[in-house]
């Protein structure tokens, strides 16, 4: 019948498109569907011709009795329409394997790229030229090459620009996520020509083809066709990734970088020459990425559906909290803990004085001079100019705090432990919790595409703060074991005491049984102050609403495993809980579908 074709579509692509759209749906950005949009508009036009040539000598054939009817030049609307759903297909599962993946940290140049990835990048021409070659001269003869011929001689200046312009990023990428896109589709659309195609929906001409098959009826021109479109469509995603990456990244190339960029300003990005990229700044994110992914699991995911600039800034941000922590804590003695936060007041000092007082250059020599090189980069790319200083120095108060408790006589009766009661919890989570929520917040107002009134930021801010006490709260109740190991308890004596308790009890015995009374009481609280802040997030604007109440509800589902005693061990730090993968990805989904 004259619907063989379409019932093909019916049936295996259209349901797979369906599929992949209902999983990837409250992930999809903008961005996103402008980049499909344009791979499908690319893929639709630079395949039209070819096609339509192949058709018009005889090489394809349609059966009447397979198509409805409708062509243009020749081409039935049903082929038209595989053009689309076939780039829709592996634009969907490319999309949905990258999004956890910073692309910033990817780009790279001949000076940073190994001689490995050198050798690739021109073994990778070397082979592209060859194939072109080798179409042509199949062409040439005519017979039986003659599709493949027309198959290679039509793909590979198309792979051969894509390599040339992007490979150093693309090499670079998890394999993962450029293989995976390419052979998924490919094996599945392998089978459907097996099971439907091979059946007279379409045919090559005997004369053309080499009659061999890869299996059952899948003849070697149609496998290769379909891995290299796939292939075409994935490198073309890399290079509008890449195109990207270097549009966010470099703020001082590109200084203003709207949301769906102009195509042009694309290009611009992706025929840049790398050797302009300031690869100290690539490092740097790199370097960032790494920190947050072995510190912070639950912000690593949600990190990933933020946009752009907003993105990096953020992983910048936690960074730079990450390492300053980490100094403080990881010193040897409470003088020298001291000496860490009086430089990072003084490095604060100077960031934010007046540029006449303190150029880049008194910075950079400043952090070069007094900090290890393992955190320069995290200090020299903190966002400053976007963030107001007042949090960052009450970070440092929280730091502080911490250095109460490295008084060598802890385990001793007569100790006095910093958080005696509610308040002093309060304070303490102020200090080292919603200042960070805060600063967010500026990174999210200064990148914003929508404007917020001036009250409307206010009420955001002092939301943040109390929300900032939530999440600190259930970080305190998951890390009570680990703490009490190195001689704190930020549980208040007050509480303790009630309990017949003290800070030294908890020391020596953290699992007993009245910890867990404590715990859930402290979590009771961290609840009732999320849920004081929790509505107030939908004033966010539109494109960061989703992403921050990921990062939140991310965080308070550690509360709820804690609450359920569902914790299972971490992978970095015995004593803690914390939330299955498939978990936070199951949050993470639902609470974008809300939005």
Not at 124 to 148: D, N
Not at 159 to 170: D, H, P, Q
Request: with cysteine; proline share 6%.
């Amino acid at each position: 019948m004259a619907y063989d074709y379409a019932i093909v579509h019916l049936k295996y692509t259209i349901p797979l498109a369906g599929l992949l759209t209902f999983i990837i749906r409250p992930l999809l950005t903008r961005l996103d569907l402008y980049k499909t949009l344009a791979l499908i508009l690319i893929a639709f036009f630079a395949t039209l011709p070819w096609d339509a040539y192949l058709i018009r000598h005889g090489i394809w054939t349609y059966p009447p009795d397979a198509i409805i009817g409708p062509r243009l030049f020749g081409v039935p609307a049903e082929e038209l329409f595989f053009f689309i759903i076939q780039t829709y297909i592996t634009s969907m599962i490319y999309i949905l394997l990258n999004k956890p993946i910073l692309h910033a940290q990817f780009l790279s140049n001949k000076s940073d790229a190994s001689a490995k990835v050198r050798w690739i990048r021109t073994i990778g021409q070397v082979f592209l030229v060859g194939f072109i070659a080798i179409g042509a001269s199949l062409i040439r003869k005519g017979g039986e090459g003659t599709y493949l011929g027309l198959i290679l001689v039509w793909a590979c200046p198309f792979a051969f620009l894509t390599w040339t312009f992007s490979s150093y990023f693309l090499i670079s990428l998890p394999t993962a996520c450029v293989v995976t896109p390419i052979i998924l589709p490919t094996i599945y659309l392998w089978i459907v020509d097996e099971l439907a195609l091979g059946r007279g929906t379409w045919s090559i001409e005997s004369g053309t083809k080499l009659d061999r098959c890869v299996w059952g009826s899948l003849e070697l021109e149609e496998a290769t066709f379909f891995l290299v479109t796939n292939a075409l469509i994935v490198f073309g995603l890399v290079a509008f990734d890449r195109g990207m990456a270097v549009l966010n990244t470099f703020p001082e190339l590109f200084p203003e970088v709207p949301g769906t960029p102009h195509p042009s300003l694309l290009l611009k990005a992706v025929i840049m020459d790398p050797a302009k990229y300031d690869m100290e700044r690539v490092k740097g994110i790199r370097d960032a990425v790494a920190t947050l992914r072995r510190k912070s699991r639950s912000f690593y995911l949600a990190s990933s559906v933020f946009p752009g600039r907003l993105r990096i800034d953020l992983v910048l941000l936690y960074s730079f909290c990450r390492v300053a922590d980490d100094l403080v804590d990881e010193a040897q003695t409470e003088t020298e803990a001291l000496g860490w936060i009086n430089k990072l007041t003084r490095y604060l000092d100077l960031v934010y004085a007046s540029e006449d007082q303190a150029p880049s250059s008194t910075i950079s020599k400043f952090v070069e001079n007094n900090f290890p090189k393992s955190t320069r980069s995290a200090l020299k790319l903190l966002p400053a100019k976007l963030l107001p200083s007042r949090p960052l120095y009450n970070l440092l108060e929280g730091f502080k705090m911490d250095l109460s408790f490295s008084n060598n006589d802890l385990k001793q009766s007569n100790t006095q432990f910093p958080i005696k009661d509610e308040l002093d919890l309060q304070i303490y989570a102020d200090h080292v919790a919603s200042t960070v929520g805060e600063l967010c917040l500026w990174l999210v107002f200064n990148h914003s595409n929508t404007r917020l009134p001036r009250p409307e930021e206010s009420t955001l801010i002092l939301a943040a703060q109390t929300m900032g006490y939530a999440l600190q709260y259930v970080n305190i109740t998951r890390d009570i074991l680990v703490d009490a190991e190195i001689g704190r308890v930020y549980l208040p004596t007050n509480w303790l005491k009630k309990e017949g308790l003290t800070p030294q009890d908890i020391i020596r015995n953290p699992r007993q049984s009245k910890v867990e009374s404590l715990r859930q009481k402290l979590l009771d609280k961290a609840f009732k102050e999320y849920e004081r802040s929790r509505g107030t997030m939908e004033m966010l604007p539109p494109e960061v609403r989703g992403p921050l109440i990921v990062a939140v509800e991310s965080y308070m589902e550690i509360g709820r495993v804690l609450r359920e005693n569902r914790g299972v061990p971490s992978s970095t730090k015995r004593g803690r809980a914390t939330v299955p993968l498939s978990r936070r990805v199951w949050v993470a989904w639902k609470n974008l579908s809300a939005q």
